[in-house]
């Protein structure tokens, strides 16, 4: 762990008494959704002088949801990273996440398709999986071609992107060429481990993924395989590359996860980040670590699209 990751993780694990807070945050049910989306929102704006130089940013409406394109120096949008936001299901949009998702594009190559899916608790499971759905039938109608095209999340995001591609194999869709997912959720039941054994080290807050899991499954079950990957039937995916940090709650999302897609015949690449925390790789230019990962990823999407042997 290096000097620099280890300040950053000390920043977060004990950004309330930066804030003057003595107690730690915690989540339940009186916690103010409305509140939280508007500082994911401020952090973004706060990042925004950081962004790639080069880099075009296209804002649009796609199928009435707001998408935007980020488009590197020199590519066109003939390869895709199709990518799906993270932000517990309750938070995330193209803006509070456009300075994370710079570096994918910035890194790789590759122009990278966003898109504003719906949130809980106003909208529950379906609709933010209906949206992705939405909007990659219209990349492909655009003319994309499924093998110049990965899909990719980031925690939440990470378990959108996974059932993403059950729900298009289910639904006999052409899928992508691969799919990075970054600390993916898959189980939504809660249920690994780590979600004990890493309560202490994790700098999510607690009680933020029951709560989160509460808004967006609502009366459905929480182990239906378009909510929670884990528990779906994982034949004929595309090859995966899965990255997550090991002082995380969601850890064994991966580890199990990726465990039982090598079972069923799945080209599964798996990296557990030594005393890394959830989604480091977007954290690329804070530490060294992340910087490496985030390389690994935009190797794996490089070669996925035949822009890297």
């Known amino acids: 762990m290096s000097i620099q ?5 000390m920043m977060m694990k004990y950004r309330h008494l930066f804030q003057g807070r003595w107690k730690p945050e915690t989540w339940d049910e009186h916690t103010s959704i409305p509140a939280f989306r508007q500082m994911c929102e401020a952090g973004n704006r706060r990042m925004e002088s950081r962004m790639p130089p080069g880099l075009q940013v296209s804002p649009f409406t796609l199928e009435g949801m707001n998408a935007e394109w980020l488009i590197p120096s020199g590519a066109g949008k003939d390869r895709v990273v199709f990518y799906t936001l993270g932000g517990g299901y309750i ?18 190559g590759v122009a990278v398709l966003m898109f504003n899916h719906r949130l809980a608790p106003e909208d529950p499971y379906p609709a933010a999986l209906e949206d992705s759905l939405t909007a990659y039938r219209w990349l492909l109608e655009q003319g994309a071609v499924p093998q110049n095209i990965v899909i990719m999340g980031e925690s939440a995001g990470g378990g959108l992107c996974l059932a993403t591609l059950l729900a298009l194999r289910d639904q006999g869709l052409p899928l992508p060429a691969g799919a990075v997912a970054l600390s993916p959720w898959t189980d939504l039941k809660l249920t690994g481990e780590s979600y004990r054994t890493r309560r202490d080290v994790c700098i999510s807050p607690p009680g ?14 929480p182990t239906e395989p378009w909510i929670s990957p884990l528990y779906g039937d994982l034949h004929g995916l595309p090859p995966l590359y899965i990255n997550v940090g090991d002082y995380e709650t969601m850890r064994d999302d991966s ?7 090598q079972a069923a015949g799945v080209d599964v690449t798996l990296v557990v980040g030594a005393k890394m925390i959830h989604c480091y790789p977007l954290m690329a230019g804070m530490f060294p670590e992340a910087d490496r990962a985030l390389q690994e990823v935009c190797r794996f999407i490089r070669r996925r699209l035949g822009k890297e042997s």
């Open 208 to 221: 933020m993924s029951r709560v989160c899991s509460q808004y967006y499954v609502g009366d459905h079950d």
């Open 255 to 261: 580890t199990r996860f990726a465990a039982k897609a």
């Open 91 to 108: 938070s995330g949009t193209c803006s509070d996440h456009r300075t994370l998702v710079a570096k994918v594009a910035q890194g790789s």
């Open 5 to 9: 990751s280890s300040l950053v993780y």
